[in-house]
């Protein structure tokens, strides 16, 4: 064993080859005209409208993900509770105390510029000396649990818990940045590991708070990743701000990635052939605008790894969580969310497009319709969503949708049951029964209600207000980045005249830097200042918005695409009761619940309400899943 160990040869680490910069000239100036053109390009396929945006692509990821994923938020698209509680022990006291608390903790969000829209106050009266006694506080953290919440303002943080379990679930939830924001009127809190342990021993507890190593490298990543920042992973084609820590497109090299994904999605070109070309190319990466140029030896693995990696059209993933980048900052993504998905042969499948990539993997169909929307009838049990490809017939290649019942105990699986009271039923339904009565509760959706239409136009002006938020964010930060490098490049050419030497020795590349991301902020603040223009949009009249039904209707019978389904039903329906092959309720979510005429709603029919027939007999107007299966040559 021993002579084995010394025969094994020592273990070398690989070296990566600095670029010298005659050579980063000469593939420059050979490939720098290729460059310019695909760039040229991807200008044109930006301004087209993309079919679908960076949101489709995070919900399609947060439901197809095998582990529980966590979207974080910008600030104004959070949504906020403040948690009030007085406790009973002095009545007159606590009576006052809750106004007090009030009136601070919106004088907290105001002071935090959160939208007064997206704002819920909760209030009880109860004690927190014990776990499980206070159903509004329980009521909340399921709130936060199912993404109805995403921050948390409290007077102090004796006001959410006294108690040991309740607290704990507090600093859970933070770590797991489930509470995305946390703020006290009387207390400033930070999301450290420090700052997690005063908070424990705020809350009165006995719990010493103390994170390992690797567990504060992970919040700290975490960190870096909700900030949309550089979390020690370089990205092909980017480098890393020092000023800031956000990406910055790294000229020559991120050309070169565009056009690599030209070859593979106009030309037709396998990742070998692409690889050849990079590696022809020099492509190479650095950390920062200080550091060398390494040479990257590109495989067909790793540009299969490039492609695969939502990063490079504005999706940021690490771990648990999903950061939009767009709306963080002004990120510039390499690919538009349509060319990922074209780009990626299971995703295409999944967002029902066609697509010319090559792929061993086995076909499936992740992306669900009505996910935990579809209840039994029969035990009150959510339904599981599954699939089938259909192998032969006129629809083969298409893939059969239905929502099995898992519930052993459901009338469903119980045969002998079923034989004494004399019926039979399946232990799935049918998505096309289900689209079917979605279709017929809209047909009688023809109610006229001022009051529905209030409440859509606030909904409308709410999610603008957010996005002209955003917007203008973004816009100012532009004005100031701009401010900011004209400053710098005025100082770095300074010092290149005066003392070049100094700077050709500690500040090299700073001028070519500055005039990058001067250029870049020129065409951020153009770019939000259109975007602003465009949400100055003019809001619908009423006539408009009862028509929306008519267009939510006319787009389930013509869309041969489940990610659009899939947004029509999560707009319209909350959930829905499914029996044998009929759907006994449908809830739909407000404001649409309030335009469907129960007047013009038959009743005769007996025990099979609510569309146990199709809409026309032997001629269903949906497969079990209207969606066509790619075929990989």
Known sequence: ??????????????????????????????????????????????????????????????????????????????????????????????????????????????????????????EESASAKKAGNRAVFEEMIKGFQTGKYHGLLAWSPDRLSRNMKEAGEIIDLIDLEIIQDLQFKTYQFENTPNGKMMLGILFATSKQYSDKLAVDVKRGTDGNIKDGKYNGVVKKGYYVDNATNLFVPDKYNWGLLRIAVDMRLRDGKSNTEIAEFLNEAKLAVRRTEEDDYKLVKVTKQMLGNVFEDSFYCGLYQYGNNIVNLIDLYNFIPLITTDEYIALNAQVSTDFGRSTKIKTNRNKRLDYGLLRNKVICDFCDVPMQFQNTQ??????????????????????????????????RLDKSIRAKYVLSAIEWELRHATKKSKKAYN???????????????????????????????????????????EDREAYER?????????????????????????????????????????????????????????????????????????GDDSVSVIKLNPPYNMLVDLAEISTGRGDRIRTCDLTVPNRPRYQTAPLPVTDHP
């Not at 032969?392 to 469903?412: E, F, Q, T, V």
């Not at 999610?463 to 004005?479: D, N, V, W």
């Not at 990058?516 to 949009?537: F, P, Y």
């Open 390 to 423: 259909l192998k032969r017939g006129k629809n083969a290649g298409k893939w059969s949708i239905s929502y099995y019942c898992r519930n052993k105990d459901c009338l469903r699986h119980d045969k002998e049951k079923q034989h004494n009271q004399d019926i």
């Open 1 to 122: 064993m021993a002579e084995a160990k010394k025969n094994q040869k020592p273990r070398t680490k690989r070296q990566q080859e600095i670029l010298s910069q005659e050579l980063i000239s000469e593939v420059e100036n050979k490939f720098s005209e290729a460059v310019q053109e695909a760039v040229a390009l991807r200008e044109s396929v930006f301004e087209n409208e993309n079919r679908y945006n960076i949101d489709d692509l995070a919900e399609y990821f947060t439901n197809t993900s095998n582990e529980l994923k966590n979207r974080i938020l910008p600030l104004e698209k959070r949504r906020y509770v403040i948690y009030l509680r007085k406790s009973t022990d002095d009545e007159a006291k606590q009576v006052r105390s809750i106004d007090d608390q009030r009136n601070e903790c919106l004088d907290l969000a105001n002071r935090l510029n959160i939208n007064p829209s997206k704002v819920t106050v909760l």
């Open 506 to 578: 500690y500040h090299k590349g700073k001028i070519e830097h500055h005039e990058q991301l001067i250029d870049i902020a020129e065409k951020n603040i153009l770019d939000n200042s259109n975007r602003l223009t465009e949400l100055k949009t003019a809001l619908p009249s009423e006539e408009e918005f009862y028509e929306l039904t008519n267009l939510h209707l006319l787009d389930m019978l013509q869309t041969d695409n489940i990610m659009k389904l899939e947004a029509i039903c999560n707009e319209l329906v909350t959930n829905l009761r499914a």
């Open 455 to 497: 409440l859509y136009i606030h909904s409308l002006e709410t999610k603008l207000a957010t996005e002209r938020a955003i917007t203008s964010r973004k816009l100012h930060e532009a004005k100031q980045e701009l401010k900011l490098n004209q400053q710098r490049l005025a100082k770095f050419s300074d010092m290149h005249v």
